[in-house]
């Protein structure tokens, strides 16, 4: 499955945003998914995560009452809507897909290219 996410920009502290990550390939209710996110000089870290179908979520704690992760199987698109956007939220964000559900990144085995979240104080 190839994944493309986008929707990253920049935005005051306080503000929101929206990702997107569309799979093409094949069908996306076949994986779980989540997000992580690099911010410079750090390691990437996870950021949500979600089941195949969406009955469970899973948050770091960093973002947890801020960000939703959800996702459309019928769009074969998963979102991350990001609210109360902080400074040390600037990073890039990517998208994953796995076969189960899971916060470690290592289980991820396909990975969006990225895009860049800036938020200004």
């Known amino acids: 499955v190839q994944l493309q996410a986008c929707g990253g920009g920049l935005v005051q502290a306080g503000g929101s945003l929206r990702l997107s990550c569309a799979a093409s390939g094949r069908t996306l209710s076949s994986y779980g998914m989540g997000w992580f996110r690099q911010a410079p000089g750090k390691e990437r870290e996870f950021v949500a995560a979600i089941s195949r179908r969406g009955g469970s979520t899973y948050y770091a704690d960093s973002v947890k009452g801020r960000f939703t992760i959800s996702r459309d199987n019928a769009k074969n698109t998963g979102y991350l809507q990001m609210n109360s956007l902080k400074p040390e939220d600037t990073a890039v964000y990517y998208c994953?897909?796995?076969?189960?559900?899971?916060?470690?990144?290592?289980?991820?085995?396909?990975w969006g290219q990225g895009t860049q979240v800036t938020v200004s104080s």
């Open positions: 994953a897909a796995a076969r189960g559900v899971t916060m470690s990144e290592t289980e991820y085995d396909y």
